[in-house]
Antibody, heavy 123, light 108 residues
Framework: QVQLVQSGAEVKKPGASVKVSCKAS????????MHWVRQAPGQGLEWMGW????????NYAQKFQGRVTMTRDTSITTAYMELSRLRSDDTAVYYC????????????????WGQGTLVTVSS | EIVLTQSPGTLSLSPGERATLSCRAS???????LTWYQQKPGQAPRLLIY???SRATGIPDRFSGSGSGTDFTLTISRLEPEDFAMYYC?????????FGQGTKVEIK
C-alpha cells in the first residue's frame, strides 16, 4: 500500500536548522509530486511547498522562500524538507503529503499524508 | 492569495444527525481544485473529497461534497461516532494551496 513514513521528533534552538525526511513506498516515487504542510499546535494547516521527485524542481510558498529547501534522493525514495533560521513560531508538526495527480494533473488533492514530525524550537 | 472561510467554527450534533459544513472562498475557485479533509486529534489529515464532489477511495457514501465558484459544502448525511473530528477545506490556485481554518464537529 502507498505509505509515507517520516523521521522522528526534533528539538532545536532558535537560529538552528532542521531536516525532516519522508520515506515513500508502495508506488513509483518519481511519478508524483510531494508537498510539505505544517500545523502549529492547535492551529490549522499551512502549505509550505512541493518538490517534483522526478526532476528535483521545487515551488515554495512565498512565506518560506529563502528559509526552506526541499530535496529528494530517488535511490532511497525519500524526500526531505530543511528549514533554516528557526524561530519559536516554527514549532509545529510537519507533514509530507503526496499529490494525488488525478489524470496526471498537479494540485487535485494530497493523499496520503505522512504521520507527521513534531519540531520544537526552544532555547 | 485566495482565503477560505469555513463556517461554522464548531458544529454540535448528535449521532445520526445531518452535518452541513460550509467553505467560502474570497474569489472563484475551480471546482477541480476544491478538496475536503478530515483530521482527528493526533492524526494526519485524511482525504475525503476532491474535485469538490468526488469521494476518495474508501470514503463512505454518507460524505458528499457540492458547490462551485466561491461556495462549497461538505455534507455528512448521518453522523457516525467516528465522524466527530475537524474538517478542513483546501483550494489550489495561482501555484499555491490554502486551507480554511477548519470546522470542528463535536458530539452534542
Amino acid at each position: 500500500q502507498v505509505q509515507l513514513v517520516q523521521s522522528g521528533a526534533e528539538v532545536k534552538k532558535p537560529g538552528a536548522s532542521v531536516k525532516v525526511s519522508c520515506k515513500a513506498s508502495g508506488y513509483t516515487f518519481t511519478g508524483y509530486y510531494m508537498h510539505w504542510v505544517r500545523q502549529a499546535p492547535g492551529q490549522g494547516l499551512e502549505w509550505m511547498g512541493w518538490i517534483n521527485p522526478n526532476s528535483g524542481g521545487t515551488n515554495y510558498a512565498q512565506k518560506f522562500q529563502g528559509r526552506v529547501t526541499m530535496t529528494r534522493d530517488t535511490s532511497i525514495t525519500t524526500a526531505y524538507m530543511e528549514l533554516s533560521r528557526l524561530r519559536s513560531d516554527d514549532t509545529a508538526v510537519y507533514y509530507c503529503a503526496r499529490d494525488l495527480m488525478v489524470r496526471g494533473v498537479l494540485g487535485t488533492a494530497f493523499d496520503p499524508w505522512g504521520q507527521g514530525t513534531l519540531v520544537t524550537v526552544s532555547s | 492569495e485566495i482565503v477560505l472561510t469555513q463556517s461554522p467554527g464548531t458544529l454540535s450534533l448528535s449521532p445520526g444527525e445531518r452535518a452541513t459544513l460550509s467553505c467560502r472562498a474570497s474569489q472563484s475557485v475551480s471546482s477541480n481544485y476544491l478538496t475536503w479533509y478530515q483530521q482527528k486529534p493526533g492524526q494526519a489529515p485524511r482525504l475525503l473529497i476532491y474535485g469538490a464532489s468526488s469521494r476518495a477511495t474508501g470514503i463512505p457514501d454518507r460524505f458528499s461534497g457540492s458547490g462551485s465558484g466561491t461556495d462549497f459544502t461538505l455534507t455528512i448525511s448521518r453522523l457516525e461516532p467516528e465522524d466527530f473530528a475537524m474538517y478542513y477545506c483546501q483550494q489550489y490556485g495561482s501555484s499555491s494551496w490554502t486551507f480554511g481554518q477548519g470546522t470542528k464537529v463535536e458530539i452534542k
